[in-house]
C-alpha cells in the first residue's frame, strides 16, 4: 500500500483541497467523478485527518458509529461492520483507511505537505497555493477540508518550555504506544478529550493527578456492540434511515419531544431524564426536554439530576462537588460521553487539582506549582483543546481580491455566507466552516451535504460556462445576522466555551457554528442553489449573473411556529362565523404559556358608553404607586378580550413596572365602529380619573395596544386632544392598525404565510365598518391632524401587512412635530412580539420598548 501520492507535483490542477480526513477524502472520490483534475494537500503521513492525529488513550467517537460513516455507497456500507456502539481512534482510522484503498484515493494526495499560502489571481482567475518545502501549484477551486478541531490550542501556562519531563499533547499523540506504568502523571484539562484518556492513564500510571479549571457535564457511554435496533434499521431500509439523518436536526434520526422541562411534572422530568441517562449518546440527552436548550429553567433541570448522578458515583463530597458544573447551563459546553470518567476519582491513586480554588502558578523543570502545592510528574499529558473552527483556516495566509487576508477579514469573527464561502474570497470553499452545523451536528452527515453542495455548484459552473462564484456583501451579511439570530435564542453565549472562541485568548467572542439545525440548513443550501445561487455572484465565459438576497430573514423561532401552524392545516380565520372564530382564538389562547409572574391580577369592571366594560390590572410586585398603562387587546376589533393578551400585559407590566390596565372593549360586528372607539375613549378617561385609586401616578398615563387595540389606542389619542383631557403622556402602539388603504406593499408582501393574512384584516375591516366610514380618523388615525399628539413609541414588524401604514404612522407623527421612538423588529410578523415565551425573539424588542417608553415618559409634547 503507497502511503504517500507519488509523481510530480502538477503545476496546474482544477481543484486543490487541503485536508484527507472525512471530508478531504469524500471531496476527492467527488470531484474525480466530475472529471475535475484534483489535488489534495495533507500534513499528516496518511489518511484520516482527526483520526490521524488524535491516538491518545481511550479516544473514540461521541456519536454512533453506525451513524458517524460515509453514507453515499451503499457497498461501503455493507462491506464495513463496526465492532462497537462508539469505536476507538485505530478502528474509525482504519475505516478511513480502507476507504481510500477502496476508490484509490491516495494517488491524488500530497501527504507530509502543508499549504502555507493561498493567494487569489484575479486575471488569471485562479489560486496560487505554496507549500511549506516551497512548491507552488495554481488551482481554479480551492477548498478546505481542514476540519474544524485540528489546530492544538498551545498551552496557555508559563513556564510549559522548562518542564523535563514528558509531555504529550492529546491532539498530537506519538504514533508508538506511551506507557504510563510506574509513572507520576498529570493531566491538564477535562473536555472530552481529558475525560476519555483519564480512566486508561489511570489504568497504567502509579499516580495520576488531574488538573481541573472547568468541571464538564459527562454521560456514561455505555459502550458495548453497536445498538441492535439501529443495526436491523440500517439493515432493513438503509436508504430510508440515511435520508431521515440527512434531514433531521442534528444529524442522527430522532423523534424531536415537545415536553417541556418548565412544565413537565417532576416525575415525567426524571422518568425522561433516566431514559437518556441509560441510552448513553449525546443526542438523547441534549434532547430530554424541547426547551432545554433555550430555558434556563428548563436546562437546570437536566444540569441538576447530572449532578445528583455525579454526588451518587463520587465517594468524596468535597471531590464530587468540585467535578459538578455550575456556572454554565448545560449543553452550553460540549458534554461529554466516558467510560467510568467519575468513578476514577474513587481510585487511591487519582487526585483531583480544582484550578478554581488553587491555580496553576507556572510549570516547572519537574512538575507543576499551584498556588498552595508543588507536584512533581514523569510525564504531562495536555489535554487542552484545539483553536476550534476558524484556527485551521486563518492558520494559513489566505489573500483574497483585495489583497486582504482571512485573518484580517475574520479579526472580528467569522463572516461567511452558509459557512461555505465567504465574500473577497471567489472560488474558495470551506467544507464544514464556521456558521454551519459542523460541530454541532453529526460530522459526516454535514461533511457530505457540504461536499455534495460543492461538487453540484462546481458541475453547475462548469455546465454553464462559467468558472467563477462569490457571494455578495447582502447574502454574507445576511447569513451573519441569521447566525446570530439563531445563537441569541439559545443558551450558547452564556458559556466560556470553545463554540465561542472563549478558550482561545484574544479570540473574538462569537458563536461560530450555526444553531438552527441540519434540516434547517440543509433546507436553506438547497434553496440558493434551486433558486439560482441567492446571494452568490457568477461569472465566466458565459457572462454574469447574481441573484441577489438574503436566504433566510425571519427570526427563527417565528419560522418555526409559522412552519407548525402550517403543518397543521387550520382553516382560515376569515372561513369562520365570528363566534367560531373566537371560540378558536380562545382555545389558541388557552394553550400557551402564561407570561410572567406579576405583583397581582384583578379582575373588575369600568364604566363604558354603553354598559360595563371589563378590565384586568397587572400590578408590578414593587411598592407602588406606578406608572400606569390603559391597554387595549388586538384581535380585528372582533376577537380577543383581556384574556387573550394576557401574556403580553404581564410582560409590560413587568418589563416597564406600571400597573396595566387590560381593557375590553365592544366588538364587531355586534356593535360596529365606532363602538370599539369610543369604549377605548371612555375607558382613558376613567383610567385616568381613577389613577391613584389604581395604584398609577396620576399624570403618568400611557395609551398602549396591539393591533386593533393600537388602532383605537391610536384615536383614543387623538380624541383626547381635542376634548382637552384625558392628560395622556405618552402612547405605544404595537403593529397599529391606522389606515383603510390595503393596498401599500406590504399588504402583498406579506399578505400570505404569516399568520395575519391580507384576507383576514379585509375580514376584520368588513365585520368592522363601512366603506363610508373607514376614512374617517376615527376608524383610519393616519388620516386625523398628527399635532400636538404625546410622544409615541411606535413599533412595527417586518413580515407584517400592516407594517407600512405603521411605519407611515411614525412618519407622519414625526412630521407633525411628535417624538416619536419607532422601533422595527427585524425578521418578526405581527403575532411575534404577543407570543411571550414562544418567540424568545421578541423578548429583546420588548426589552427595547420598555426602555423607549421609559425615555418617552420625560419628553414634554409639542404642540
Ligand atoms: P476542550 O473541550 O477545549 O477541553 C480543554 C480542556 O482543557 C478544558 O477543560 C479547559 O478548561 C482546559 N484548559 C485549557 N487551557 C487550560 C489552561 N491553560 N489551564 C488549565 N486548563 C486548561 O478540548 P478537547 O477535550 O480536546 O475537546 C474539544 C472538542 O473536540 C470536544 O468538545 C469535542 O467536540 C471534540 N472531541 C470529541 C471527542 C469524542 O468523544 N469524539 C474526543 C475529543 C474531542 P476550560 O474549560 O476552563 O477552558
Not at 422541562?261 to 430530554?288: C, D, K, N, S, Y
Amino acid at each position: 500500500m503507497a502511503i504517500a501520492g507519488s509523481g510530480v507535483l502538477p503545476a496546474e490542477v482544477d481543484v486543490a483541497v487541503v485536508g484527507a480526513g472525512f471530508s478531504g477524502l469524500y471531496m476527492l472520490y467527488r470531484l474525480r467523478g466530475l472529471g475535475l483534475r484534483t489535488v489534495v494537500f495533507d500534513d499528516a503521513g496518511d489518511v484520516g485527518g482527526t483520526w490521524y492525529w488524535n491516538r491518545y488513550p481511550g479516544a473514540r467517537c461521541d456519536v454512533p458509529t453506525t451513524d458517524y460513516a460515509y453514507s453515499f455507497d451503499a457497498l461501503l456500507e455493507e462491506d464495513w461492520v463496526w465492532s462497537e456502539k462508539y469505536a476507538t481512534q485505530p478502528e474509525i482510522l482504519a475505516y478511513l483507511r480502507h476507504v481510500a484503498d477502496r476508490y484509490d484515493l491516495r494517488r491524488d494526495i500530497r501527504f507530509g505537505t502543508r499549504i502555507t499560502a493561498a493567494a487569489w489571481d484575479e486575471a488569471a482567475r485562479r489560486w496560487r497555493l505554496r507549500t511549506g518545502d516551497g512548491n507552488e501549484v495554481s488551482c481554479r477551486y480551492y477548498i478546505m477540508a481542514s476540519g474544524c478541531l485540528s489546530l492544538p490550542k498551545a498551552p496557555d501556562i508559563d513556564g510549559v518550555d522548562r518542564y523535563r519531563g514528558e509531555v504529550y499533547l492529546t491532539g498530537r499523540w506519538p504514533h508508538d504506544r506511551v506507557d504510563f506504568s510506574g509513572k507520576r502523571v498529570a493531566v491538564v484539562g477535562t473536555g472530552s478529550s481529558g475525560i476519555q484518556c483519564i480512566p486508561l492513564i489511570a489504568g497504567e500510571a502509579t499516580r495520576l493527578t488531574v488538573f481541573q479549571r472547568t468541571p464538564n457535564f459527562s454521560v456514561p457511554a455505555r459502550n458495548g456492540p453497536p445498538p441492535a435496533d439501529r443495526v436491523t434499521q440500517l439493515a432493513t431500509d438503509r436508504d430510508g434511515y440515511r435520508e431521515a439523518a440527512r434531514w433531521s436536526r442534528g444529524g442522527v434520526p430522532r423523534e424531536l419531544t415537545d415536553v417541556s422541562g418548565v412544565t413537565a411534572p417532576e416525575q415525567v422530568r426524571r422518568e425522561r431524564f433516566e431514559a437518556a441517562w441509560q441510552a448513553g449518546e449525546l443526542f438523547a440527552i441534549l434532547g430530554v426536554f424541547s426547551d432545554q436548550g433555550v430555558n434556563a429553567v428548563s436546562n437546570d433541570h437536566v444540569a441538576e439530576m447530572i449532578r445528583e448522578k455525579i454526588r451518587a458515583v463520587v465517594s468524596d463530597a468535597d471531590v464530587a462537588d468540585a467535578l459538578c458544573p455550575k456556572d454554565y447551563p448545560f449543553g452550553t459546553k460540549r458534554p461529554c460521553l466516558d467510560s467510568s470518567y467519575f468513578e476514577t476519582f474513587n481510585l487511591p491513586h487519582v487526585r483531583l487539582v480544582d484550578l478554581r480554588r488553587t491555580p496553576i502558578t507556572a510549570v516547572t523543570e519537574a512538575g507543576i506549582d499551584t498556588a498552595e502545592e508543588s507536584f512533581e510528574f514523569d510525564a504531562i499529558v495536555f489535554a487542552t483543546g484545539f483553536d476550534a473552527m476558524t484556527g485551521p483556516l486563518v492558520s494559513v495566509a489566505v489573500t483574497g481580491t483585495d489583497g486582504v487576508t482571512l485573518e484580517d477579514k475574520w479579526q472580528h469573527g467569522p463572516v461567511t455566507y452558509l459557512g461555505l464561502m465567504t465574500t473577497g474570497f471567489p472560488n474558495f470553499f470551506t467544507i464544514t466552516g464556521p456558521q454551519s452545523p459542523s460541530v454541532l451536528s453529526n460530522m459526516v452527515v454535514s461533511i457530505e451535504q457540504h461536499v455534495d453542495w460543492i461538487a453540484d455548484c462546481l458541475r453547475r459552473l462548469r455546465a454553464e460556462n462559467l468558472d467563477r462564484i462569490e457571494p455578495t456583501p447582502l447574502a454574507e451579511a445576511g447569513w451573519v445576522q441569521h447566525n446570530q439570530d439563531c445563537a441569541d435564542i439559545t443558551l450558547y453565549p452564556r458559556a466560556n466555551s470553545w463554540y465561542m472562541g472563549a478558550n482561545v485568548p484574544g479570540k473574538p467572542r462569537v458563536f461560530l457554528p450555526y444553531v438552527g439545525g441540519v434540516d434547517a440548513y440543509r433546507r436553506a443550501c438547497d434553496e440558493v442553489a434551486e433558486k439560482g445561487f441567492v446571494g452568490f455572484r457568477l461569472d465566466g465565459p458565459a457572462g454574469s449573473r447574481c441573484n441577489d438576497g438574503v436566504i433566510r430573514r425571519l427570526q427563527p423561532d417565528m419560522a418555526m411556529v409559522l412552519d407548525l401552524v402550517a403543518s397543521l392545516g387550520l382553516p382560515p380565520i376569515e372561513t369562520m362565523s365570528a363566534a367560531d372564530a373566537r371560540a378558536f382564538s380562545e382555545a389558541t389562547a388557552a394553550s400557551r404559556p402564561p407570561g410572567p409572574e406579576v405583583g397581582e391580577i384583578a379582575d373588575a369592571v369600568l364604566p363604558g358608553p354603553a354598559g360595563d366594560l371589563a378590565y384586568r390590572l397587572y400590578r408590578p410586585p414593587t411598592q407602588g404607586p406606578h406608572p400606569l398603562i390603559a391597554y387595549f387587546h388586538g384581535g380585528g376589533w372582533v376577537l380577543g378580550s383581556q384574556d387573550s393578551d394576557d401574556p403580553l400585559c404581564r410582560d409590560l407590566c413587568v418589563r416597564t413596572g406600571s400597573v396595566v390596565v387590560s381593557v375590553n372593549y365592544r366588538h364587531a360586528p355586534e356593535d360596529r365602529f365606532p363602538a370599539a372607539a369610543d369604549d377605548a375613549f371612555a375607558a382613558a378617561n376613567w383610567i385616568a380619573a381613577n389613577a391613584a385609586a389604581l395604584g398609577g401616578i396620576p399624570g403618568q398615563l400611557t395609551v398602549a395596544g396591539w393591533s386593533a387595540g393600537g388602532n383605537v389606542a391610536a384615536i383614543t389619542c387623538q380624541l383626547a386632544r381635542d376634548a382637552g383631557g384625558p392628560d395622556i403622556a405618552s402612547q405605544l402602539l404595537l403593529a397599529p392598525v391606522t389606515d383603510c388603504d390595503l393596498a401599500r406593499p406590504s399588504y402583498a408582501s406579506n399578505g400570505e404565510g404569516f399568520i395575519l393574512t391580507a384576507g383576514l384584516m379585509r375580514w376584520f375591516w368588513d365585520h368592522y365598518a363601512d366603506a363610508a366610514d373607514r376614512a374617517n380618523p376615527k376608524a383610519s388615525p393616519l388620516r386625523g391632524t398628527l399635532a400636538g399628539l404625546p410622544p409615541a413609541v411606535v413599533v412595527t414588524a417586518e413580515f407584517d401587512p400592516l407594517r407600512d401604514e405603521g411605519d407611515a404612522y411614525a412618519e407622519a407623527l414625526a412630521a407633525a412635530g411628535v417624538p416619536v421612538r419607532h422601533i422595527r423588529a427585524r425578521g418578526h410578523t405581527h403575532t411575534s412580539l404577543t407570543m411571550v415565551d414562544v418567540v424568545i425573539s421578541g423578548a429583546p424588542v420588548r426589552a427595547e420598548i420598555a426602555e423607549a417608553l421609559d425615555s418617552l415618559r420625560s419628553v414634554p409634547a409639542r404642540s
